[in-house]
């Protein structure tokens, strides 16, 4: 797997302070209208950083990598869009 926390991001998307399903909905959103690339998501809701936004993009064919910021409280999502 591509470390894709080394590439620099296409685009971030912060939905900090958002609640399920806001995360989810949003990112495909941005990955809908987004080219190819990688998409660097903040993430603070444990329930969309661990299972439905890693679920749908693995459903997708997308590779992702999460990356628990302890310090920090949240979470660094990347998925990368071929």
């Given at each position: 797997?591509?470390?894709?926390?080394?590439?620099?991001?296409?685009?971030?998307?912060?939905?900090?302070?958002?609640?399920?399903?806001?995360?989810?909905?949003?990112?495909?959103?941005?990955?809908?209208k987004m080219g190819?690339?990688?998409?660097?998501?903040?993430?603070?809701?444990?329930?969309?950083?661990?299972?439905?936004?890693?679920?749908?993009a693995e459903k997708?064919?997308?590779?992702?990598?999460?990356?628990?910021?302890?310090?920090?409280?949240?979470?660094?999502?990347?998925?990368?869009?071929?």
């Amino acid at each position: 797997m591509a470390d894709l926390k080394s590439q620099t991001p296409t685009q971030t998307l912060d939905v900090l302070g958002r609640v399920c399903p806001y995360p989810l909905v949003l990112t495909k959103k941005q990955l809908e209208k987004m080219g190819n690339g990688v998409l660097k998501i903040l993430c603070d809701a444990p329930a969309s950083a661990e299972d439905s936004i890693p679920r749908y993009a693995e459903k997708q064919g997308y590779p992702i990598e999460v990356v628990k910021l302890e310090d920090k409280g949240y979470w660094e999502i990347y998925i990368e869009k071929k």
